[in-house]
C-alpha cells in the first residue's frame, strides 16, 4: 500500500574503472536500463578536478548523422525508426558515411526528379488557370484577336457596372459577354469595331475595367491552346505516377538499411549521454546515477562480470548521502493501473520530489468528489460513462482520458442518486441525500466541511513531507507547518462552536490554541536564535522584523479563511447545474405551446443537455483542478522533482 503513496527507493552508485573497459560497462549499463545518470560531483567533490572525455564532440556528429538519415526517410514519405527490442550495436561513423552515401546515390536520382516534375506540374497547372480566366467558354478568342475589322478586350470590372458599360456601347455595334463572376468582379468580353476602338476603351475606363492577366499576346490563348497544355499536363501526371511507384520499390528496398542505421546511431547516442557524465584520468574514468534499491545489485554484478572485478562500485542509499536536500534524486513510481489517469492530474502541476509523499490517491478521490458535488446527474453520468467507454474503443492512446471520463461519469451518477436527479428530473428517483435547490444551506454547508478536511490534508502531508526530507524544525514555523495547522483547527473549532451551541471544546482554549501558535510563529527569530538555528534574531532589525512578522501571521489568517471560502464555488456549481436544467424545462414548455411546440421542446431539451455536459462538464473540471492544484498542492507541493529515466538501447 505504502507504493502508492512513496517513490521506489534509490540508490546513488558510483564506478570506478579503467578507460579500456569503460566501453564494456556502458553496453551492459544500457542493456540494463537501470542507470540514470547524474553528475559525479554532486557526491564526490574531489572529481571536478577531473577532466571530461569529450563524448560532446562526438555526440555531436552522431546527432548530424541522425538528423540526415530522418530527413532522407522524410523525403522518402517515411519514418526511420530504429529498433527497439534486444541489444543494439553502435555504429562506427566512418560505416554510419558510407552506407548513407549508398542509399543517397540509389534514391537522390529519383527524389531530385520526383521534385522537378511536382515544379513541372505546378507550373502548368497555374498556366492553365490563367487561361482559363482568359478564355470565355465557346469563344475562338484567337480568331478575334487577329481579325482586321474587330477590336477585342478581356478582362474584369466591378459588377455593379456592368449595366453602364452596356448602356455606354449601346450607341455603336459591340458584344459585351459577361463569362465568370468572382466575388464583387465580373469577368466580360468586349468585342467592338475597329473603328469604334476609342469607345470602348473611354466606355470602359469609366466603367472601372482592369485587363486581364496573362501572356502578352492574347492570340495565343484558344480552346486548342488550353487542349494542349492540358493534354501536357495529363502526361506529366502519368510520368509522376510512373516515378511514385518506382520510388514506392526503392523505398521499400532501402528503408530496412535506414532502420539498421537509426539503430546504431541511436546506441551510440545512448553510450555517449552516459559518457557525458563521465570524469577521468589517463588510465580511469568515474561516472555516477541513480538505480532503483532493488536492481542495485543487479547492476553491480553486472559491472563486475564485464570488468572481471577491475571496477570498483560504490552503492549509497539516497537516504544516506550526505546534503540530500542539494541532490535532485530522480523518481520512480509504481502506481496502479486504475491510478495512472489521474497521475497526468499530477504532473500538470509538477513530479513530486523523491522525498515527497505522491498525492495522486488524494488527487482521484477528492476530484472525483468535487466533481460529482459540481456536475450531480444519472442521466449526465450515463453519458459521461458511454462517451468514455467509445474513446476507449475506438482510441486506445487515449485510454487514460477515456478512463478518466468513465470515472467522472461514475461518480457523476452516485451523486446524482444523492441528489435525486436523472437529466434534470427530480421525480423519477428519491433524493439519498439532498436536493441541491431545496438545501441550499446545507449544500454550503457540506463544501465547507469538505473544503476543511481538503485544506488540512493538504497540511498534514506537508509535516510528512518536512519528517522525510529531515526538515522538520525549519517547517515548524512555516506557513504550513504544525504552527499553522494547530491555528487553522482552533479557528475552524470557534466558528463551529459560534454556529452550534454544543461543541467538544471551550472557546477559552480553543481561543488559545489558535493566539499561542501565532505568537510563536511571530517569536520564531528569537527561538530559531535559542535553538541554534540562525545567528541572529533580528537579523535586519526590531522593527523590520515587527512589521514582516504582523504582515505574516496576518497573511496565514487571510489566506486559511480565502483557501476555505473557495470551496463554497463547489457547491455553487452545483446549484448551477440544476438551475441550468430549470433554465431549458423552461425554454421547452414555452415552446410547447407554438406551433410545431413538441418537435422543438425536444430538440431544446437535446440541445440544452448537451450543452449543459460540453460546457458545464468543461467549467468544473477546470474549477475542480483550480482547488487541486491552489488550495492541496499549495500547502505541500514545495518542489518538484525528476522522473527517473535510465538510459538503454530500448
Same mark, same amino acid.
Given at each position: 500500500?505504502?507504493?502508492?503513496?512513496?517513490?521506489?527507493?534509490?540508490d546513488?552508485?558510483?564506478?570506478?574503472?579503467?578507460k579500456?573497459?569503460?566501453?564494456?560497462i556502458?553496453?551492459?549499463?544500457?542493456?540494463?536500463?537501470?542507470l540514470h545518470?547524474a553528475?559525479?560531483?554532486?557526491?564526490?567533490?574531489?572529481?571536478?578536478q577531473?577532466?571530461s572525455?569529450g563524448s560532446?564532440?562526438?555526440?555531436?556528429?552522431?546527432a548530424?548523422?541522425?538528423?540526415?538519415?530522418q530527413?532522407?526517410?522524410e523525403?522518402?514519405?517515411?519514418?526511420?525508426?530504429?529498433?527497439?527490442?534486444?541489444?543494439?550495436?553502435p555504429?562506427?561513423?566512418?560505416?554510419i558515411?558510407?552506407?548513407l552515401?549508398q542509399?543517397?546515390?540509389?534514391? !537522390?536520382?529519383?527524389l531530385?526528379r520526383?521534385?522537378?516534375l511536382?515544379g513541372?506540374?505546378?507550373?502548368?497547372?497555374?498556366?492553365?488557370?490563367?487561361?482559363?480566366?482568359?478564355l470565355?467558354?465557346g469563344?475562338p478568342?484567337?480568331?478575334?484577336?487577329h481579325?482586321?475589322?474587330?477590336?477585342?478586350a478581356?478582362?474584369?470590372?466591378?459588377a455593379?457596372?456592368l449595366p453602364a458599360?452596356a448602356?455606354?456601347l449601346?450607341?455603336?455595334?459591340?458584344?459585351?459577354?459577361?463569362?465568370?463572376q468572382?466575388a464583387?468582379?465580373q469577368?466580360?468580353?468586349?468585342?467592338?469595331?475597329?473603328r469604334?476602338?476609342?469607345t470602348?476603351?473611354?466606355?470602359?475606363?469609366?466603367?472601372?475595367f482592369e485587363?486581364?492577366p496573362?501572356p502578352?499576346?492574347?492570340a495565343?490563348v484558344?480552346?486548342?491552346?488550353l487542349?494542349t497544355?492540358?493534354?501536357?499536363?495529363?502526361?506529366?501526371?502519368?510520368?509522376?505516377?510512373?516515378l511514385?511507384r518506382e520510388?514506392?520499390?526503392?523505398?521499400?528496398?532501402?528503408?530496412?538499411e535506414?532502420r539498421?542505421?537509426?539503430t546504431g546511431?541511436?546506441?551510440a547516442l545512448v553510450?555517449?549521454r552516459v559518457?557525458?557524465?563521465c570524469?577521468?584520468t589517463?588510465r580511469?574514468?568515474?561516472?555516477s546515477?541513480w538505480t532503483?534499491?532493488?536492481r542495485?545489485a543487479?547492476f553491480?554484478q553486472?559491472?563486475?562480470?564485464r570488468?572481471?572485478?577491475r571496477?570498483?562500485?560504490?552503492v549509497?542509499?539516497?537516504?544516506?548521502v550526505?546534503?540530500?536536500e542539494?541532490?535532485?534524486?530522480?523518481?520512480?513510481?509504481?502506481l496502479?493501473a486504475?491510478l495512472?489517469?489521474?497521475?497526468?492530474?499530477?504532473?500538470g502541476?509538477?513530479?513530486?520530489?523523491?522525498h515527497?509523499v505522491d498525492?495522486?490517491?488524494f488527487?482521484?478521490?477528492?476530484?472525483l468528489i468535487?466533481f460529482?458535488m459540481?456536475?450531480g446527474d444519472?442521466?449526465?453520468g450515463?453519458?459521461?460513462?458511454?462517451?468514455?467507454?467509445?474513446?476507449?474503443a475506438r482510441?486506445?492512446?487515449?485510454s487514460d482520458a477515456?478512463?478518466?471520463?468513465?470515472?467522472?461519469?461514475?461518480?457523476?451518477?452516485v451523486f446524482?442518486?444523492l441528489?435525486?436527479?436523472?437529466?434534470?428530473l427530480?421525480?423519477?428517483i428519491p433524493?439519498?441525500?439532498?436536493?441541491p435547490?431545496?438545501n441550499?444551506?446545507?449544500?454550503?454547508?457540506a463544501?465547507?466541511a469538505?473544503?476543511v478536511?481538503?485544506?488540512s490534508?493538504?497540511l !498534514?502531508?506537508n509535516?510528512v513531507?518536512?519528517i522525510?526530507?529531515?526538515?522538520f524544525?525549519?517547517?515548524f514555523?512555516?506557513?504550513?507547518?504544525?504552527?499553522?495547522?494547530?491555528?487553522?483547527?482552533?479557528?475552524v473549532g470557534?466558528?463551529v462552536?459560534?454556529s452550534?451551541?454544543s461543541?467538544p471544546?471551550?472557546?477559552?482554549?480553543l481561543?488559545?490554541?489558535?493566539?499561542?501558535?501565532l505568537?510563536?510563529l511571530?517569536?520564531?527569530?528569537p527561538?530559531?536564535r535559542?535553538?541554534g538555528?540562525?545567528?541572529r534574531a533580528?537579523p535586519?532589525?526590531l522593527?523590520?522584523?515587527?512589521?514582516e512578522g504582523?504582515v505574516?501571521?496576518l497573511?496565514?489568517l487571510m489566506?486559511?479563511?480565502?483557501n476555505t471560502?473557495?470551496?463554497i464555488?463547489?457547491?455553487?456549481?452545483?446549484?448551477?447545474?440544476?438551475a441550468?436544467?430549470l433554465?431549458?424545462?423552461?425554454i421547452?414548455d414555452?415552446?410547447?405551446?407554438?406551433?410545431?411546440?413538441?418537435?422543438?421542446s425536444?430538440?431544446?431539451?437535446?440541445?440544452?443537455?448537451?450543452?449543459?455536459?460540453?460546457?458545464?462538464g468543461l467549467?468544473?473540471?477546470?474549477?475542480?483542478?483550480?482547488?487541486e492544484?491552489?488550495e492541496f498542492?499549495?500547502?505541500?507541493f514545495?518542489?518538484?522533482g525528476?522522473?527517473?529515466?535510465p538510459?538503454?538501447?530500448?
Amino acid at each position: 500500500m505504502m507504493a502508492v503513496f512513496i517513490a521506489e527507493r534509490m540508490d546513488r552508485v558510483s564506478v570506478v574503472a579503467l578507460k579500456d573497459d569503460l566501453d564494456a560497462i556502458l553496453r551492459s549499463t544500457a542493456s540494463l536500463r537501470i542507470l540514470h545518470p547524474a553528475l559525479v560531483e554532486e557526491t564526490h567533490a574531489w572529481a571536478a578536478q577531473l577532466a571530461s572525455l569529450g563524448s560532446e564532440r562526438s555526440a555531436d556528429e552522431y546527432a548530424k548523422r541522425h538528423r540526415s538519415v530522418q530527413r532522407l526517410g522524410e523525403r522518402l514519405e517515411a519514418v526511420a525508426t530504429p529498433e527497439r527490442e534486444g541489444t543494439a550495436e553502435p555504429l562506427p561513423l566512418e560505416d554510419i558515411d558510407r552506407r548513407l552515401d549508398q542509399v543517397s546515390a540509389r534514391v !537522390a536520382p529519383l527524389l531530385e526528379r520526383r521534385e522537378e516534375l511536382a515544379g513541372r506540374l505546378n507550373k502548368l497547372a497555374s498556366l492553365s488557370n490563367q487561361m482559363a480566366l482568359l478564355l470565355p467558354p465557346g469563344v475562338p478568342l484567337g480568331e478575334l484577336v487577329h481579325s482586321s475589322f474587330l477590336h477585342t478586350a478581356v478582362g474584369a470590372l466591378p459588377a455593379d457596372r456592368l449595366p453602364a458599360l452596356a448602356m455606354a456601347l449601346s450607341g455603336i455595334p459591340s458584344v459585351v459577354l459577361p463569362y465568370r463572376q468572382e466575388a464583387d468582379r465580373q469577368r466580360v468580353l468586349c468585342i467592338v469595331l475597329r473603328r469604334d476602338a476609342r469607345t470602348l476603351e473611354d466606355a470602359l475606363r469609366d466603367a472601372g475595367f482592369e485587363p486581364a492577366p496573362g501572356p502578352p499576346d492574347l492570340a495565343q490563348v484558344s480552346a486548342e491552346s488550353l487542349r494542349t497544355l492540358e493534354r501536357e499536363r495529363d502526361a506529366a501526371a502519368d510520368e509522376m505516377a510512373g516515378l511514385q511507384r518506382e520510388i514506392h520499390e526503392v523505398r521499400a528496398a532501402v528503408m530496412p538499411e535506414l532502420r539498421e542505421l537509426a539503430t546504431g546511431i541511436h546506441a551510440a547516442l545512448v553510450l555517449l549521454r552516459v559518457e557525458s557524465f563521465c570524469k577521468g584520468t589517463d588510465r580511469t574514468c568515474l561516472f555516477s546515477g541513480w538505480t532503483p534499491h532493488s536492481r542495485s545489485a543487479e547492476f553491480v554484478q553486472a559491472v563486475r562480470d564485464r570488468t572481471g572485478g577491475r571496477a570498483v562500485v560504490e552503492v549509497i542509499p539516497a537516504e544516506s548521502v550526505e546534503a540530500p536536500e542539494s541532490l535532485d534524486v530522480p523518481v520512480l513510481m509504481e502506481l496502479p493501473a486504475f491510478l495512472k489517469p489521474f497521475r497526468a492530474l499530477t504532473e500538470g502541476f509538477g513530479i513530486p520530489a523523491y522525498h515527497m509523499v505522491d498525492p495522486t490517491l488524494f488527487v482521484a478521490i477528492t476530484f472525483l468528489i468535487m466533481f460529482g458535488m459540481m456536475f450531480g446527474d444519472v442521466g449526465h453520468g450515463l453519458v459521461l460513462l458511454a462517451a468514455g467507454a467509445a474513446l476507449h474503443a475506438r482510441l486506445p492512446r487515449f485510454s487514460d482520458a477515456a478512463r478518466l471520463t468513465i470515472y467522472c461519469g461514475l461518480s457523476s451518477i452516485v451523486f446524482g442518486v444523492l441528489y435525486g436527479s436523472v437529466f434534470g428530473l427530480e421525480g423519477l428517483i428519491p433524493a439519498l441525500w439532498l436536493r441541491p435547490l431545496d438545501n441550499i444551506a446545507a449544500l454550503f454547508g457540506a463544501a465547507i466541511a469538505f473544503g476543511v478536511v481538503f485544506i488540512s490534508l493538504g497540511l !498534514a502531508l506537508n509535516i510528512v513531507n518536512a519528517i522525510r526530507r529531515r526538515a522538520f524544525v525549519r517547517e515548524f514555523f512555516d506557513a504550513s507547518g504544525p504552527l499553522a495547522v494547530v491555528a487553522y483547527w482552533a479557528g475552524v473549532g470557534l466558528v463551529v462552536r459560534a454556529s452550534f451551541e454544543s461543541a467538544p471544546v471551550s472557546s477559552p482554549i480553543l481561543a488559545v490554541l489558535l493566539v499561542a501558535p501565532l505568537a510563536l510563529l511571530f517569536a520564531r527569530g528569537p527561538v530559531l536564535r535559542l535553538l541554534g538555528r540562525q545567528d541572529r534574531a533580528f537579523p535586519e532589525g526590531l522593527g523590520v522584523y515587527v512589521m514582516e512578522g504582523a504582515v505574516e501571521i496576518l497573511e496565514v489568517l487571510m489566506g486559511f479563511v480565502a483557501n476555505t471560502v473557495s470551496f463554497i464555488r463547489v457547491a455553487a456549481f452545483g446549484l448551477a447545474h440544476a438551475a441550468l436544467f430549470l433554465a431549458v424545462f423552461g425554454i421547452a414548455d414555452t415552446l410547447s405551446g407554438s406551433a410545431f411546440g413538441g418537435p422543438l421542446s425536444i430538440l431544446v431539451l437535446l440541445l440544452g443537455n448537451a450543452v449543459i455536459i460540453l460546457l458545464e462538464g468543461l467549467v468544473v473540471v477546470i474549477q475542480a483542478l483550480r482547488l487541486e492544484y491552489y488550495e492541496f498542492f499549495g500547502k505541500f507541493f514545495k518542489e518538484t522533482g525528476t522522473r527517473f529515466d535510465p538510459v538503454g538501447f530500448s
